[in-house]
């Protein structure tokens, strides 16, 4: 004990308090890291890196904060042990939900990060390692009240020496995993793991989990804002020719003819988090989705269950985005950051119909109504439009009332999208008191999944009924697509597929692509089953196209980006019909 006071009274209560500082995130980063697969070359230098940026991000917090505070050291220390605290817990909490580090595009959405349905996500994902936050917590409040802090000089001196020792041994150690290779071109490897890993964005920085675990905190979110307030990144000639020439090929990837009145109507069912395995599932002897499974067992309907996601940090946003702009989503930042701001081809505009969004929430969250007004919808009801009073998010049944609503009063032809939410994360109860699952044989959380499964398919059925009985369904063709599958788990390893129906089609399921494919190829396949006439098609391939080709590679990753954040798109070409 007499040692322990004696350290407390001297500056290694210092160093041991700024190492809490820096546990928080190191907490965060190895929880991402283990939990989360960051695609990386993993090697001692690797994690020397991460060692490295955990150094510098508590070495400059502590740095601003005690210049702030007038060298108050009891202060500086205090604060900076909070900025780390909070930003480690936000970060591994908004992780559990979206998979990703927090980043600065996510804060500047404030308003959707306090939805009640992510509270619940979260709430529901809570585990015991957590604890680790109020056990520093506390430790840290101890040792503080029980110190005797006092920093001189040679303190500072010496917290800036041994960042830069750290520095050299990183440089050092690059050096010898080099030298230790001769398989690897030493300097460009050596270039490699400095330039793309630390100073400059790769692709757009277009690995963001990786970035924040081998730069650390402040220097990825720097990077981020260098580049929010740069705005659009200024394309070189060759940059714009390049993307004419890759998109000019777009022409190629649709089919000759349409079989679809151009009169008819268009009614996007986007379900959320529907996944292709329920399909003809059983249990206890009852299908989980009959509705769609008589569909899908109509031979007039196109069916394919092997879509493959495209979606990156946005999830939901970035399945409407796909779909309505025929681009892949950003890998390093919300997609609606930055196409909020930008032309975009919107399927709306290219369809030349009157339009709207009907969505569950309100309009201000994942900023859907400057999408919707970037998309090209005429028309965008949320929640608040319901005639019922509700609390929250709107359910799948209110969600098609409202959409029944407002078909009944529509004039023709019409483009219409409507997003559910009832099968959307946690799966912490059954909600559907018609099909209760009791079946020891699977887990609670995907017994509570298959019953929102059955109780979504069970409202777009009494919506087809609705459709039929006024009138519209003959007169439509009818999509109904996922946004994305169930993000981080595998309900017992079964496929990550998402589902395709596309009703009133005109085209012979033989001509239809039957195998894997990608959500942008749905964006194309529209535009050829209506037969329109436009210069952009989007970067997929049509379904309906006799030489479907998978046409996602890294390159079109690439010109995807480049196009989003260039603005390519630029006002006079934003309806895509003369690039």
């Known amino acids: 004990m007499q040692v322990l006071g004696k350290f407390l009274k001297g500056a290694g209560s210092i160093w041991t308090l700024l190492f809490l500082s820096g546990l928080n995130l190191i907490f965060m980063h190895y929880y991402i890291f283990l939990t989360y697969h960051l695609n990386a070359e993993v090697d001692f230098a690797f994690f020397v890196d991460n060692i490295l940026g955990v150094y510098f991000d508590v070495l400059i917090i502590f740095s601003l904060v005690y210049l702030v505070s007038l060298r108050k050291i009891r202060v500086a220390l205090s604060i900076s042990f909070a900025i780390t605290w909070l930003w480690s817990l936000s970060s591994v909490m908004y992780s559990r939900f979206f998979f990703h580090y927090l980043s600065l595009s996510a804060v500047w959405q404030g308003g959707a990060l306090t939805d009640d349905l ?5 709430k529901a994902n809570i585990q015991i390692l957590d604890l680790f936050y109020p056990c520093v917590a506390v430790l840290f409040v101890y040792i503080l009240k029980h110190s005797r802090l006092e920093a001189s000089m040679l303190f500072v001196k010496k917290l800036f020496t041994f960042f830069l020792f750290f520095v050299f041994c990183d440089l050092s150690i690059h050096a010898i995993y080099c030298l230790a290779n001769p398989s690897f071109r030493y300097v460009s490897y050596y270039i490699h793991r400095l330039h793309s890993n630390h100073f400059v964005e790769h692709v757009y920085y277009s690995q963001p989990n990786l970035a924040h675990f081998l730069r650390g905190e402040i220097r990825t979110l720097g990077a981020e804002l260098v580049k929010d307030l740069e705005g659009n990144i200024e394309l070189s000639r060759q940059q714009v020719e390049e993307i004419n020439q890759f998109i000019s090929k777009s022409r190629h990837r649709i089919s000759d003819n349409s079989n679809i009145n151009s009169k008819s109507n268009i ?11 329920t399909s003809d599932l059983k249990i206890g002897g009852k299908e989980v989705t009959p509705f769609l499974n008589s569909l899908k067992r109509d031979s007039t309907v196109y069916y394919n269950g092997n879509m493959k996601t495209n979606v990156t940090l946005g999830g939901s946003s970035d399945g409407q985005f796909i779909y309505m702009t025929g681009l892949l989503p950003l890998r390093s930042v919300l ?12 399927l709306p505009k290219i369809l030349g119909m009157s339009s709207r969004m009907v969505i569950p ?18 028309e965008l009801y949320a929640s608040d439009d319901f005639s ?18 407002i078909d009944k009063a529509s004039r023709q032809p019409f483009f ?11 799966y912490i109860e059954q909600i559907d008191s018609t099909f209760p699952i009791h079946d020891t044989s ?7 999944y298959l019953n929102a499964c059955h109780y979504t398919d069970r409202q777009i059925g009494n919506y087809f009924a609705w459709l039929k009985k006024s009138g519209l369904y003959d007169n439509s063709m009818i999509v109904i697509a996922a946004d994305h599958p169930v993000d981080n788990t595998d309900f017992g390893g079964v496929a990550n597929d998402i589902p395709l129906y596309i009703v009133n089609a005109g085209v012979s399921n033989e001509k239809m692509w039957q195998g894997e494919h990608n959500q ?60």
């Open 118 to 122: 992510i509270f619940q996500c979260i």
């Open 267 to 277: 009614i996007f069912i986007l379900v959320e988090s529907y996944m292709s395995f």
């Open 335 to 346: 997609t609606i950051s930055k196409a909020r701001n930008a032309a975009m081809p919107g």
């Open 361 to 378: 929430t309100v309009t201000s969250i994942w900023d859907q109504d400057q999408m919707c007004r970037q998309y090209g919808f005429d």
């Open 388 to 405: 019922s009073q509700v609390n929250g998010n709107l359910t799948d049944e209110q969600v098609f009332q409202l959409a029944m609503q």
């Open 416 to 426: 219409s999208i409507i997003l559910t939410i009832s099968m959307h994360q946690p």
């Open 442 to 448: 699977i887990t609670d959380e995907l017994a509570n």
């Open 520 to 579: 942008v190829d749905l964006y194309t396949t529209l535009l050829d089953l209506f037969g329109c006439e436009s210069n952009w098609y989007g970067l997929g391939n049509s379904l309906a196209s006799p030489q479907y080709e998978n046409m996602v590679s890294p390159r079109t990753w690439e010109m995807s980006e480049r196009i989003i954040m260039g603005n390519f798109f630029s006002k006079k070409y934003a309806d895509g019909k003369d690039l």
